[in-house]
C-alpha cells in the first residue's frame, strides 16, 4: 500500500499588486470588475506516489514549489484541484518549536509543542525520558525556555517532533539544527526511522543529504514535475538543469 | 455511487471528530493560555471579571434607577442582563481574533482550526461561569432566596455557549479575509446592546413593536435567564426552542462557512 499518492494537484496563489482586506475596498474592486491580483500557479499537474516505509526526496530550484507541495502534504494548503491521499498519522517539520513560549520551562514546553503535535500527555510522559535524552538537555528541563541557546532550543524542539512516533514525516531543511555532532544524530536518528519502516518526505537543497537518504526523488522546476525516479538521475538532471539555466 | 459518497462524507466527519479528540491537550492547554494571558500584568487579576461588571451595573444602576426602579428586582434582573451580555460581548469580539492572533498555528502546523475558536469560547465560559457564581451569591443577598429553577442554569449555558462557538466560527474565519469586520461588529454589537432588555424592562417596548423584538435571541436568552435565577420561573417552551434552533442554525452555518473559509487560511494570513 502506498504511503501517499498524490493525483494531479495544483496550486494557485493570488498575487496582490497592492493589499487589499478592508471589505469596502473588495466592494470597489468587485464593482468596477477589477481585480487586482495576478495569478501564479506554484503546481501544475503533480502526481507521485510514495510507497510504505520509502524515503522520498523532493529537490528544485528557490521557487520551484517544493515548500508549496510540501505544505499541501502537511495540509496546512489546500490544492485548488487533484487531491492527495495520505495513510497513517503524519508530522511534518516545516518549522521547529511552534507554540514555544519563552516564558515557561523546558518541561513546560514539550507538553505544549506535543499537544500542537496532537500527542496526549499520558503519550508524552512515556517518551518524555527519550526526548530529553536525545536533546542532551537533562539538566536543563527545569530552565525557563528565554534562558537556552538557541542551538539548544532546536535541539528541544527537533528530539520533541521527532519522538512523536508518526507513521509519515515531512521534513523541510531541518538540518542546520545543532552542532555538526547533533546534525550527526539526527541523520542517524532518521536512519534509525528508516530501520522502523518510517515513510519520510525529504526536501532538501543539500544534495549530499538527499543521495544518502532517498532512493527515489522528484525534481520540481515552475510548479512542474521534470524528472523522477532513482535519486541518482534526479540529481543529475537537477545539476543538469542548473548548468543549463 | 452517490450513496458510497455519502457514506464517505460520514466517515470523514467521523475521522474528524476522532482528530478533536486527539487534539484534546491542545484545546486545555490553549484555553488555560487564553485565560491566563487575559488578566496578565494586571494586579487585580481575575477580579476584574467580576469587578467591571460590577462597576458597570453600579453605573447603569444609578443612571435608571428613577426611571425603572420600582420594577420588581430591577437590581437583580440588572445583573443577570449584564452578565449574561458579557458572555455574548466579550466571547464574539475575542473569538474574532481567534485565527488572526495566531498566525504559528495556522501557517506552519495542521491543526483542526476550529480548535483555536473552541478554546478561545471556552477561556470565556470559565470566567463566564466563575461570574454567574458570585451573582448567584448576590442576587442570594438582594432577594434572600435562591429558587430551585437556578438548576436549570447550566443547560441553558450550555446551550448559550454553542451559540457564542457557532457566531464565533462565523465571525473568526470571515474576519481572516475581510478586516473591517471587526469595527462593523463593535458597531453592530452596541445596537445589539439597546436592542435587548438590558437597562431596560420588557415593559417599554412598544406593544407593536414587540414581535419583532422578540426575534433577538438575545432577548430571549436574557428572559429566560431571569426567569430562572430571579423570578423563580420554568422558561416558557417556546422560547426555548427558539433558542436551541437559533442556537444550532447559527453554530451549523458557522462551522460550514468556516469549513469552507479555512481552506484558505493560511494564503491570507
Given at each position: 500500500m502506498s504511503a501517499i499518492t498524490a493525483d494531479k494537484i495544483s496550486k494557485k496563489f493570488?498575487?496582490?499588486?497592492?493589499?487589499?482586506?478592508?471589505?469596502?475596498?473588495?466592494?470597489?474592486?468587485?464593482?468596477?470588475?477589477?481585480?487586482?491580483?495576478?495569478?501564479?500557479?506554484?503546481?501544475?499537474?503533480?502526481?507521485?506516489?510514495?510507497?510504505?516505509?520509502?524515503?522520498?526526496?523532493?529537490?528544485?530550484?528557490?521557487?520551484?514549489?517544493?515548500?508549496?507541495?510540501?505544505?499541501?502534504?502537511?495540509?496546512?494548503?489546500?490544492?485548488?484541484?487533484?487531491?492527495?491521499?495520505?495513510?497513517?498519522?503524519?508530522?511534518?517539520?516545516?518549522?521547529?518549536?511552534?507554540?514555544?513560549q519563552q516564558e515557561l520551562t523546558a518541561e513546560e514546553n514539550v507538553y505544549i509543542y506535543s499537544s500542537i503535535l496532537g500527542i496526549s500527555r499520558k503519550q508524552v510522559k512515556r517518551i518524555y525520558d527519550d526526548i530529553f535524552a536525545f536533546a542532551e538537555l537533562k539538566k536543563f528541563e527545569d530552565m525557563k525556555l528565554k534562558n537556552l541557546s538557541s542551538g539548544m532550543y532546536m535541539r528541544l524542539a527537533f528530539s520533541t517532533a521527532i519522538h512523536a512516533n508518526p507513521d509519515t514525516i515531512l521534513i523541510d531543511e531541518v538540518f542546520a539544527v545543532g552542532d555538526e555532532a547533533f546534525q550527526k544524530k539526527c541523520i542517524d536518528k532518521i536512519n534509525g526511522l528508516q530501520k522502523q519502516g518510517k515513510t519520510i518526505i525529504f526536501v532538501s537543497h543539500d544534495l549530499k543529504a538527499v543521495k544518502g537518504l532517498c532512493r527515489r526523488s522528484l525534481l520540481l522546476n515552475e510548479g512542474k514535475i521534470i524528472s523522477m525516479g532513482a535519486t541518482e538521475k534526479v540529481i543529475n538532471d537537477y545539476l543538469a538543469l542548473l548548468n543549463g539555466g | 455511487m452517490r450513496k458510497g459518497e455519502g457514506g464517505a462524507r460520514v466517515a470523514e466527519r467521523l475521522q474528524y471528530k476522532a482528530k478533536m479528540w486527539q487534539y484534546r491537550e491542545l484545546v486545555r492547554n490553549l484555553t488555560i493560555a487564553d485565560f491566563k494571558s487575559r488578566y496578565q500584568n494586571t494586579s487585580l487579576g481575575f477580579l476584574w471579571s467580576i469587578l467591571s461588571p460590577l462597576l458597570l451595573a453600579g453605573v447603569l444602576y444609578f443612571v435608571f434607577r428613577h426611571l425603572f426602579g420600582q420594577e420588581e428586582d430591577f437590581a437583580a434582573n440588572l445583573l443577570v442582563g449584564i452578565m449574561a451580555w458579557r458572555f455574548f460581548t466579550i466571547g464574539t469580539t475575542s473569538s474574532l481574533h481567534a485565527i488572526v492572533n495566531k498566525p504559528s498555528l495556522v501557517t506552519k502546523v495542521y491543526i483542526p482550526r476550529q480548535i483555536l475558536v473552541l478554546s478561545n469560547v471556552l477561556a470565556n465560559l470559565i470566567s463566564s461561569l466563575l461570574e454567574f457564581v458570585v451573582l448567584l451569591s448576590i442576587i442570594f443577598i438582594l432577594l434572600g432566596h435562591l429558587s430551585i429553577t437556578v438548576l436549570l442554569f447550566p443547560l441553558i449555558h450550555f446551550l448559550y455557549f454553542w451559540l457564542i462557538f457557532g457566531a464565533g466560527l462565523l465571525l473568526s474565519s470571515l474576519f481572516v479575509y475581510f478586516r473591517d469586520l471587526d469595527q462593523m461588529w463593535e458597531v453592530l454589537i452596541n445596537v445589539l446592546f439597546f436592542c435587548s432588555p438590558i437597562v431596560y424592562p420588557l415593559s417599554v417596548v412598544p406593544p407593536y413593536l414587540m414581535p419583532y423584538y422578540m426575534l433577538n435571541p438575545l432577548t430571549q436568552i436574557i428572559v429566560i435567564y431571569r426567569r430562572v435565577m430571579v423570578a423563580g420561573d420554568i422558561p416558557s417552551l417556546t422560547s426555548l426552542v427558539g433558542v436551541i434552533v437559533v442556537g444550532i442554525v447559527v453554530y451549523l452555518v458557522g462551522n460550514l462557512v468556516f469549513s469552507k473559509l479555512q481552506r484558505r487560511f493560511a494564503e491570507e494570513m
Open positions: 493570488r498575487i496582490p499588486h497592492e493589499k487589499k482586506t478592508t471589505l469596502f475596498q473588495n466592494i470597489v474592486g468587485v464593482i468596477k470588475r477589477q481585480f487586482d491580483y495576478e495569478e501564479f500557479w506554484a503546481l501544475k499537474g503533480v502526481s507521485f506516489e510514495v510507497e510504505n516505509g520509502e524515503t522520498f526526496g523532493i529537490v528544485g530550484r528557490n521557487g520551484s514549489g517544493k515548500s508549496t507541495l510540501l505544505k499541501i502534504l502537511a495540509k496546512v494548503l489546500y490544492p485548488d484541484s487533484g487531491s492527495v491521499k495520505m495513510n497513517g498519522k503524519v508530522a511534518s517539520f516545516l518549522e521547529l518549536g511552534i507554540g514555544f | -
